[in-house]
């Protein structure tokens, strides 16, 4: 007899009600989980993915002043290391309709890069997002760029996080991330390695992309 496996895992959500549309929503998301212990050594995953929680908790503050016109889901996913059971869980368990779902915006790594650039991959699949990012007026010195989709001979990253569960249901995305650095899934991912200008403005930046895709019809 197969057994199967058994995730002790929790998903922690939050909700703001948007103020035009609340019946159709944004996903916002982040996983929480990393790898542990491992031969006695603490992996903290300061940037994968303390950068992405940290980053939902801004949104959170944010919404507080700037409440959103559609309702926006704010997700921080468990075992994501474990191969995306959080995401997946909540895609097949969603009290919200998945037709409901109009996007979901994914963070995972957003707070260091030697090259100061961000990734903002899924835009291949909707052309709405692809015109959005494109056209997008950046405000700071980060540069961000498409990318990592599986057309630009690039590390195809469409199922790399949580925003895989999403994209399988249909429901659109987009990622941001930064390329894989030397403290990728080492112990040394500690939150001395982190750049804090650059995760400012990665920051800053996600939230300006946010707010323009809040404004459009899906």
Known sequence: IEKRKVFEAVNILGLIKGTKVPNEYIVISAHYDHEGIKYGKIYNGADDNASGISALFAFAEYFKNNPPKHSVVLAAFDAEELGLEGSKYFVNNS??????????????????????????VGTRFNTTLKQVI????????????????????????????????????????VYFGVDDHEDYHTPNDDY????????????????????????LNF
């Open 192 to 215: 001395e390695n982190i750049q804090p200008e650059f995760y400012k403005e990665s920051v800053k930046l996600i939230m300006a992309v946010f707010n323009k895709i809040d404004t």
């Open 95 to 120: 009290i919200v309709s998945l037709n409901k779902i109009m996007l979901n915006l994914n963070m995972d790594m957003i707070s260091r890069s030697d090259t100061n650039e961000l990734f903002a």
């Open 134 to 173: 494109t056209n997008f007026d950046q405000p700071g010195y980060v540069k961000m760029l498409i990318g990592h989709d599986g057309e630009d001979g690039l590390e195809n990253w469409i199922y790399s996080s949580d925003h895989a569960s999403f994209h399988k249901k249909g429901v659109p995305f």
